[in-house]
DNA sequence: ACTTGAATACTTGTATACTAGCATCCAAAA
DNA sequence: TTTTGGATGCTAGTATACAAGTATTCAAGT
């Protein structure tokens, strides 16, 4: 149960259904659910341990504002990661990864303009493959937990311009150059990619104010 | 309470004070540390999420023998995001870090033969102050967490043989590295430093095999 | 001798009761 | 009008009681 909840808030924190700075409390999501407060706290805690909510002792429990510091920090290191992961996979030369990529290329494609859920599902799906491929399962934990910061303000992002299409052939681009085996070029596409939170940070931040932590 | 007790058992855990395979219970530790089940349960789940412990519903709970994947899987990515910390502290040329840094040095060359526990601190204190020095606290917390694996193999090590004076060697002479501005050659060694759990965990592994699971 | 099955003694998971601390509000006093 | 102090209602932290499931043990029956 307290594993089920967990997940749920954290996928209404990262979609903004539960806006930063609300106040949360243990009892609150007890009723909502119809469960007790002992498998909501748990869930708190995990979420704390994420940095998606803080709790005060005593005080109350809150949606923590978005920092724009740790989107930076958190986008830092999955570049860090996921480059050399990038990197492996290209030098490893399989086929059968490239058609799976294809596949969820293809999926991408097909996505309704708006639908942003299932365009980041099926992108983390591509990301998660290339991580599960190069055998790092524990670099891909870490990346799932840190992208969390960077996926509420893809979702933020999404509510008012969708590159939705330039994205896809950003993936596109980096397949080709995995299967060229040029592991370079694949490191440095997929570089410009994570990048791309950069330009887009700086509006978010000024468009969403309340979204943000003052820094 | 909770957040304390987790402390205390991850030590115990990566000392070995806790052995591999050891069955654990939240009402013997709730006896033990005086206190209720629920402040036990949740140190547990913490414990559990850093792969220390492995709780299995209605049947038990268990310290987690090492995994030898798990740990060459986490020095991997302790590599990649180190690495990446010493090319940036190099590049800032920081007097005031490499005061730090030998400070630290002198520190372990003052290490009594024997007490591996001071010298792991001071290990944990150098590498900790790159990264907090080059602005990656997300970083370091990763790097924290992901660390007990490796630290669980080295104080094996410590138990037979100490090459304690080497290792303040190979610190030095990263300092140096970073000192003459050389990003790539600190990196290098930064390697190399970080390598060397690669020799010895075949030899600790077969040495024993108790605290390790098969695979 | 072997197998089967029920009782028992564990385990973790959940629900509820109680404790302690913080914040707000409102009234009373200066 | 301003300040102070206490009552009240909230919060999370902890302790305890109960539920549900597993492994073991031991005895009874074949």
Redesign the pocket.
């Known amino acids: 149960?307290?594993a089920q909840l967990h997940r749920i808030l954290r996928t209404a924190i990262i979609r903004g259904e539960l806006v930063p700075g609300q106040?949360?409390?243990?009892?609150?999501m007890?009723k909502r659910f119809?469960?007790?407060?002992?498998?909501v706290?748990?869930a708190?805690?995990k979420l704390g341990e994420e940095r998606l909510i803080e709790?005060?002792?005593?005080?109350?429990?809150y949606v923590r504002k978005i920092s724009v510091k740790e989107v930076l920090d958190a986008r830092h290191l999955r570049e860090i990661i996921e480059l050399s992961i990038v990197r492996e996979v290209t030098e490893k030369h399989d086929a059968s990864l490239i058609k799976t990529l294809r596949q969820l290329i293809a999926q991408q494609q097909k996505v309704k303009p708006g639908d942003s859920r299932s365009f980041l599902a099926l992108d983390e799906e591509l990301h998660r493959t290339l991580a599960l491929h190069a055998g790092r399962e524990l670099a891909w934990r870490v990346t799932e937990s840190i992208k969390a910061q960077m996926d509420r303000v893809r979702f933020l992002t999404f509510d008012f311009a969708t590159p939705m299409p330039q994205l896809v052939g950003e993936h596109a681009k980096i397949v080709d150059a995995i299967e060229s085996g040029d592991a370079e070029l694949a490191a440095q596409r997929m570089q410009s990619h994570l990048r791309a939170i950069l330009t887009s940070l700086p509006l978010i931040a000024e468009r969403y104010p309340e979204h943000f932590v003052d820094e």
């Open positions: 149960m307290g106040a949360i409390s243990e009892i609150e007890s119809s469960i007790s407060r002992q498998p706290r748990e708190f805690i709790v005060m002792p005593q005080r109350g429990t």
